[in-house]
């Protein structure tokens, strides 16, 4: 069965700290997203890109936040400079349509430091 | 804004009974409704998706139902076992036009005792 990968699937990085999560979504897929999830609360919409831009993004995805696709089958999520509360399982998810239910990675745990 | 609630928050059950968990949700415009199972320190796996046009999806000893008007879906899951453990989270798909996006509730954890 097609699956999400992201990597990696633990980061640790000192606050001010640029980091990069990367993530394949699954290749037919069309719409993808970024969701986080702060230890024992809710998972929380980031940000959904379709057609090569944003087509969503949360209150929580400030200009500290930026997604690309670089190529065909990468989907990154940028951190500018961390701050501890940023510390959260990150997760990836594509879909092909309405029809077909979400896809979720199996996430990278970012603990800033 | 679209608010997601589940009930109740943890479950302890003994192998082999049937159970019911509950999700309600505040704006009955929602397109889709999808249920996902979380291992701890883990990813969502995906467990059914009822779609805005449907009432009921199942698969093998789960059965999801989807009442749109109440705001409510339930998942019932049959012959309860220990590999069940897990926690369960419903999402609704956004009711804007195009919206995607998912509202999680908290989820409930469920522990199967054998």
């Known amino acids: 069965e097609p699956e999400v990968t992201q990597t990696p699937s633990h980061q640790v990085t000192q606050m001010g700290q640029e980091v990069i999560l990367r993530c394949v979504p699954i290749?037919?897929?069309?719409?993808f997203y970024w969701y986080r999830q702060i230890l024992g609360q809710k998972v929380e919409f980031l940000v959904s890109f379709y057609n090569n831009e944003i087509s969503e993004k949360s209150e929580i995805f400030d200009d500290q936040f930026s997604v690309e696709r670089p190529d065909g089958s990468n989907f990154t999520l940028k951190i500018r400079s961390t701050k501890l509360e940023d510390s959260a399982m990150y997760f990836c998810?594509?879909?092909?349509?309405?029809?077909?239910?979400?896809?979720f990675g199996s996430g990278t745990r970012l603990t800033v430091v | 804004k679209q608010e997601v609630t589940q009930i109740p928050a943890a479950l302890s059950v003994p192998e082999g009974e049937n159970l019911v968990l509950n999700c309600s949700f505040t704006d009955s415009a929602i397109y889709n409704l999808q249920w996902f199972r979380q291992d701890p320190g883990k990813g969502l796996t995906s467990l059914l998706l009822?779609?805005?046009?449907?009432r009921e999806q199942t698969s093998g000893r789960l059965n999801a139902s989807l009442d749109k008007s109440s705001g409510r879906s339930t998942l019932y899951i049959a012959a309860s076992q220990p590999g069940d453990s897990a926690t369960y989270l419903c999402a609704g798909w956004g009711s804007g036009a195009g919206s995607y996006q998912l509202t999680f509730g908290k989820g409930t954890k469920l522990s199967v005792i054998p």
């Open positions: 998810a594509s879909t092909a349509g309405g029809n077909y239910g979400y896809t």
């Open positions: 009822i779609q805005s046009s449907q």
């Open positions: 290749s037919n897929h069309l719409y």
